[in-house]
């Protein structure tokens, strides 16, 4: 266990340092820092000036390591284009971040947990095969595309919900002032909607086959004389058999399965019948 804490936390290091490097040259390779800091027009004794300001007049090395140290204290330093502190414009952005967070997280599972539910129960089904496909879709698809697409067909060509602003419920809520976060609500909803189900499909297809899958397991156990066919056919086994249940809670003695394995092909298509045996074999 403590093996697995100390590798966890060297992995979490690593890709800190990671991160931070690959921003950290990202800014400089975008361009002089300065000059997006004061202007183009700027001439160089200006641009000089805010360098020395920015810090940026120093070797790499040593304004990488400043830039750590000043991640550690909570230090984001300025916002090159409006001049103010970074971790000041996080804060003021972050209950609409917030509002579309949990907006995701409330739809997807809504959504996706009774559709891994049906698609447990109805496994081997068509309706399983068609949610299933739905959700490889789902998790395959472009967050970015989608949401150019849901704003030119529902924004611009039917003019069902809003292409862009933000109506703020979270924020005076937190302010204590409830009764403009209950009159925001409607239309924070309605300008909610479009980015909330653009950022909950990929959630949405992969919360339903994690449902699926855990439905499935914990429906493992139960004497079930309905074998996944599917499979058994794609292995090549489709003569009928006959299958002999010993399962004592089930009352079922002798029931028709299609079914033509041997028994150490059972794992290989993924056949799993509690206490069930093939007769014949």
């Given at each position: 266990?403590?093996?697995?804490?100390?590798?966890?936390?060297l992995?979490?290091?690593?890709?800190?340092?990671?991160?931070?490097?690959?921003t950290?040259?990202?800014?400089h390779?975008?361009?002089?820092?300065a000059v997006l800091?004061?202007?183009?027009?700027?001439?160089q004794?200006e641009?000089?000036?805010?360098?020395r300001?920015l810090g940026l007049d120093?070797?790499?090395?040593e304004?990488?390591?400043?830039?750590l140290?000043?991640?550690a204290?909570?230090d984001?330093?300025?916002?090159?284009a409006?001049?103010?502190?970074a971790?000041a414009?996080?804060?003021?952005?972050?209950?609409?971040?917030l509002e579309?967070?949990?907006g995701?997280l409330?739809?997807?599972?809504?959504i996706?947990?009774p559709i891994?539910?049906?698609?447990?129960?109805k496994r081997?089904?068509?309706?399983?095969g068609?949610?299933?496909?739905v959700?490889?879709f789902?998790?395959?698809?472009?967050g970015?595309?989608?949401?150019i697409m849901?704003?030119l067909?529902?924004?611009v060509t039917?003019?069902?919900f809003?292409?862009s602003?933000?109506?703020p419920v979270?924020?005076?809520?937190?302010?204590g002032?409830i009764?403009?976060?209950?009159?925001?609500?409607?239309?924070?909803?309605h300008?909610a909607?479009?980015?909330?189900?653009?950022?909950?499909?990929?959630?949405i297809a992969?919360?339903?086959?994690?449902?699926f899958?855990a439905?499935?397991?914990a429906g493992?156990?139960?004497c079930?004389?309905?074998?996944?066919e599917?499979?058994?056919?794609?292995a090549?086994?489709?003569a009928?058999r006959?299958?002999e249940c010993?399962?004592p809670?089930c009352?079922?003695?002798?029931?028709?399965?299609?079914?033509?394995i041997?028994r150490?092909?059972?794992?290989?298509?993924?056949?799993?019948?509690?206490?069930?045996r093939?007769?014949?074999i």
């Open positions: 266990m403590a093996q697995y804490i100390t590798r966890r936390v992995l979490a290091v690593l890709v800190v340092i990671g991160v931070t490097l690959l950290f040259i990202s800014i390779l975008s361009g002089d820092p800091y004061v202007s183009e027009r700027a001439g004794e641009l000089a000036e805010a360098r300001r120093k070797p790499l090395p304004q990488y390591l400043n830039f140290s000043g991640l204290r909570g984001l330093g300025l916002s090159l409006n001049r103010t502190p971790l414009l996080v804060i003021e952005r972050l209950p609409a971040t579309l967070t949990l995701a409330l739809l997807s599972n809504i996706a947990i891994g539910l049906i698609s447990a129960v081997g089904t068509r309706l399983d068609t949610i299933m496909l959700a490889m789902g998790q395959s698809m472009p970015f595309w989608l949401g849901s704003i067909f529902f924004g039917l003019r069902a809003p292409v602003g933000q109506v979270l924020a005076p809520l937190l302010a002032d009764n403009t976060a209950l009159q925001n609500l409607p239309a924070g909803i300008h909607i479009l980015p909330v189900v653009t950022i909950s499909v990929f959630s992969r919360n339903a086959v994690g449902a899958g439905f499935g397991s493992a156990g139960i079930d004389h309905r074998p996944r599917r499979l058994i056919r794609t090549g086994y489709s009928p006959l299958a010993h399962d809670d009352d079922h003695r002798r029931v028709g399965i299609r079914l033509s041997k150490r092909d059972c794992n290989r298509v993924g056949v799993r019948m509690a206490g069930c093939a007769l014949g």
